[in-house]
Structures are given as C-alpha cells and as structure tokens.
C-alpha cells in the first residue's frame, strides 16, 4: 500500500511527563529558503521552502504553532511565521534506539500537537510485532514528548510503548508463567512502530492530554495524563530501566482469528495488522480506531477517571467472529468459514484514516473502497471518490467550518467533499506534488480564525512531497 504508510501551560505540561534523559538544545543552522508558493488561501511548502522530501504527518498545538514529521526531522514553526524551522535528530534530542548499540535514531513517521508548544512525535521502530526478535529491537521505536518555545525545539522524555515486567505471562495469562517467559521478566513489548496519535483536547476533564497511540500490532495505547488523580498504579520504579515506560497503559485491538493467505498459503491466523486511524468522539471522549481488518470503540473511556481498561465495542462475539467489532464494508458470509480470506479484498476494510465532526458523525477512509460515513444514530453510508482515483482514500478530515470534508488520495492528490455531495478539486496551477503526492495526513488547526487545513504529501515515485497549507472559507 502506498501510504499504508496539557497539558495546561507549555512549561507545566512538559515537567510532568517528563521522566529522565536530559537533552540538548540547539538553535537550528541557518538557512536560505524559498518563500512558499502562494495561490489564493493556499500556501505550498516543499523542498523549495526547506522541506524534507518525505512528509508523513502535520499538526499543530493549541497555540497554533505547527509540526510536520519528514522521516529525517522536525519541522516546526509559530503558527504566523512564514518559514519552517528544521531540527534534526540531534538537534532535537529524539531518542536514538533503531540499533543495538542505541547510535540511531528512528524515522520520524507521526507528529501531534498538544498544549502550546507541546508536541509529540511518532517513531517507527525496527520489527513489527515478533516476540522472539532481538530485545534491542523490541524496546526500538516509541515516541517523544517535545517543547517548542518558537526558536528550539527538544525532547523532554521518551515514550516506550510497554508493560511493566511481572505482569503476564507470553498467552496472555497470570503468573506464574513457565521459567524464561520473556514477557513476564521484561513486560509486553509490542507497539514499536508508532503511525498515528490522537491527542484529547478536552480542556476541564482529568482525560485532557491523554495521548492515544496506533501503529503496529496494538491499535489503541494510552500515555495516561493526570495519573495519580486517576488512581494509576506506577510500577516503574520497581523495575530500573522500565523508567519510560511511565503512565503507558497498553494495548488492545479489534482482532480476528480467521482463515487468511498470509505468505501464499492460506492458514488460520490471528490478525491485528496495523493502524493508521485512531480519532476521538467529541460527544463523547471515547477513542476509535481501525486495523487492516476491523475498526472498533473503547466503549465509556470518556466516562470515567480510570477508563483506558474500557471494554471494546462491538462486544467480542465467540460464536461469529467474522461479525465481532464494526465491519464497515460488510463482508460476503460464506457458506463454509474456510472459504473465507480476511486478507482479501472483498473482505479487509483496509481503514487508513478516522475523523470525526463536531456532532459525532464518523468519516472513515479505506485504500480501497473509499469513504463510508457512520451517522451519530451509528447508520451507514458510503461515498465514492472521484472518478479516476481509484477509490483509494488515504486520509480523511472533518472540516469545523461546514461539515465539508477534506480528502486525501492515496494515487496522489487531494480534494474537499461539499456538505451538497459535489467535490472541490484543485486546478492545473497546483504545484505538482500536491497534485500528484499521495497524501500521509490531513490535520486542522481548530484553534486558527478562520481554522487552517494542512495536508501532508509523502514522497513517491513521481517525485518528492510536501505541505498543503489552506485558510480559506
């Protein structure tokens, strides 16, 4: 798939996540760059501007101030200044775990905007999911927390998206567990890869500043915020070295066990896949999240202090699980389950992107078959992409503004579905990457008047990315 792939005051919210590893600050090298290609309320950024030519993800913070993740750095800037500041790796201290002597940093494949001046950036660690892979491998990857004060940009603590050792045992059951369990001595290690966020900006609710992450194997992972006024347990001082492992609640997903060709060969496997979508209902505070197959709700999250042990919604069904959670293109029911293929297109969802609107209606994007929108009264319908695109939605955003809906292309492109049902596409004047970039992400500045809609173009055969900017009607 081609692009498959608070926190109160800035300061207060960085000292309180902020859990060990001390990092440097560094002013970014100075630069010559093209000022961005303006057309009417678009503004285009691109190699040209300073870009890296791999733009995976946008967002911005309360404050307005912007980041964009580019696999080799950090862009960030004040939401009114016109140029981009670039910080690499170094220069912004993110956490160098992508080999075993800990001498590499990780592609910067996810960005999200907090309180002001508070971000968090998504690595895609080595490996997938495999428990036997090497522990340097399985501790890769994670996230970082960010300061920006509009000239630096540094990491205040690291993210590891595990248990604590002494949990579990490797089947998921209680201790004791046979001698050498791994997941018992060391704690569950599965979400290195970390490829979308969702950050709760419910101001007033102890949930504020909850950190949802997707990636790899595990859909929905919690950085919990006001901790100890939620009853969290913090076992990390008990286990040394597990230290950024603080205030992580992991994981759980919408996950089949069904027939699939994974390989060539058709088997029963167990499917969590990965996810790209994750976003939270406003009407609600619950989190929703999509793998390659299924897309499900940590159902009363939002209800309580101490919901990140929220049940799944849909319920698990044990008698049909090819009906468990939401199947949002329904799958044909066969007559015999091993004529099933949960991998086949005519069966995998393939949700690439989630996005809700201010009332609760859900649009959810797939790779490949396009736009469904689920009605607050939890009814379906599906939306076709323009003709000549293949039905590959790539990303998906919900406009504040009018209910319109801003859509990304996955065979390059973007465009913006009208609350009338007609399509806005951009013209022959766009510069070429945004008219033919496949887009990674498309993000909002809520907090902007008139908002602004950013829309990230990773690179691609025809050429590198960049940044849409748009702050129209």
Request: charge should be negative.
């Amino acid at each position: 798939m081609k692009t498959l792939a608070r926190f109160a005051a800035a300061a207060a919210a960085a000292a309180a996540l902020a859990c060990g590893g001390g990092t440097r600050k560094e002013e970014p090298a100075a630069r010559v760059v093209e000022p961005p290609v303006v057309q009417g309320a678009f503004r285009f950024y691109a190699v040209d501007q300073g870009l890296p030519p791999d733009v995976r993800d946008v967002s911005a913070d309360e404050a307005g101030n912007v980041y964009v993740a580019a696999v080799e750095a950090v862009l960030a800037k004040r939401r009114d200044d016109r140029d981009f500041l670039r910080f690499d790796p170094a220069a912004a201290g993110i956490t160098r775990n992508c080999d075993a002597a800990r001498s590499v940093p990780c592609p910067l494949v996810s960005i999200a905007g907090a309180a002001p001046g508070v971000a968090i950036v998504g690595l895609q660690g080595i490996g997938t999911d495999g428990d036997a892979d090497p522990s340097w491998e399985l501790d890769s990857g994670g996230a970082d927390v960010l300061a920006f004060d509009g000239k630096t940009l540094a990491r205040t603590r690291h993210v590891e998206i595990a248990g604590a050792p002494h949990q579990m045992c490797m089947d998921h059951s209680a201790p004791p567990c046979s001698a050498g369990d791994a997941t018992y001595l060391y704690g569950r290690r599965k979400v290195r890869q970390v490829l979308r966020m969702a950050v709760n900006h419910a101001r007033g609710t102890l949930q504020y500043g909850d950190v949802w992450f997707a990636g790899t194997h595990g859909t929905f992972s919690l950085l919990v915020a006001n901790a100890a006024q939620r009853g969290w347990t913090d076992l990390t001082a008990q286990f040394p070295g597990s230290e950024d492992r603080q205030f992580v609640w992991e994981h759980d997903h919408p996950a089949m066990y069904e027939p699939a060709t994974i390989g060539g060969v058709k088997q029963w496997a167990y499917l969590t896949g990965q996810s790209t979508a994750i976003a939270i209902d406003p009407t609600t505070g619950d989190p929703w999240a999509s793998n390659q197959t299924r897309t499900a709700r940590k159902i009363g999250y939002g209800a309580v202090p101490d919901g990140w042990d929220a049940p799944m919604w849909p319920p698990y069904d044990a008698a049909d699980d090819r009906r468990s959670w939401l199947d949002v293109w329904p799958d044909p029911i066969t007559a015999n389950v091993s004529d099933y293929d949960a991998l086949d297109p005519a069966y995998a969802d393939y949700v690439s992107s989630l996005s809700f609107c201010d009332d609760g209606t859900l649009w959810i994007a797939s790779l490949l078959h396009g736009l469904a929108r689920r009605a607050p009264d939890g009814t379906l319908s599906y939306v076709s992409l323009p003709p000549g695109l293949g039905n590959d939605a790539s990303a998906v955003a919900c406009d504040p503004s009018d209910g319109s809906v801003w859509v990304g292309f996955g065979w390059g492109g973007f465009g913006r579905l009208r609350p009338d049902g007609s399509w806005w596409l951009p013209d022959a004047r766009t510069p070429a990457f945004a008219l033919q970039g496949p887009v990674g992400n498309i993000q909002i500045d809520r907090w902007a008047s008139p908002r602004i809609v950013y829309v990230a173009h990773v690179a691609s055969r025809l050429g590198p990315g960049g940044l849409t900017v748009y702050q129209g009607d």
